[in-house]
């Protein structure tokens, strides 16, 4: 059974960082893609990040792109979110997910599977 397990969100100033955690198990954690989306109220579901698993290239949303950063652990089964600049706007719930399908194509619109519990970001002005 796929279980993912988010840590790391809080509340912190517009500009300030964060950085999110997810522990993997379930699966073969060197075969699958994984990423990151988030949910905010009112607000469809947007692929914020996603890591190759072939090659370990990240892709990433244009909303913040050159503020966050993916990165993977394959020693720990783990991935791992770096937010830097911070906006109100980045404000969601954020889950650690399989993405599935084209979503090389546009991580934005990306879909996914098995996703954790999530972890809240809240960003303040």
């Known amino acids: 059974e796929v279980q993912l397990v988010e840590s790391g969100g809080g509340l912190v100033q517009a500009g300030g960082s964060l950085r999110l955690s997810c522990a993997a198990s379930?699966?073969?954690?060197?075969?699958?893609?994984i990423g990151w989306f988030r949910q905010a109220p009112g607000k469809e579901r947007e692929g914020v990040a996603c890591i190759s698993s072939s090659d370990g290239t990240p892709y990433y949303a244009d909303s913040v792109k050159g503020r966050f950063t993916i990165s993977r652990d394959k020693a720990k089964n783990a991935v791992y979110l770096q937010m830097d600049s911070l906006k109100t706007e980045d404000t969601a719930l954020y889950y650690c997910?399989?993405?599935?399908?084209?979503?090389?194509?546009?991580?934005?619109?990306?879909?996914?599977?098995?996703w954790g519990q999530g972890t809240q970001v809240t960003v303040s002005s």
């Open positions: 997910a399989l993405p599935v399908g084209t979503w090389l194509v546009d991580v934005s619109s990306a879909d996914f599977e098995s």
């Open positions: 379930g699966f073969t954690f060197d075969e699958r893609s």
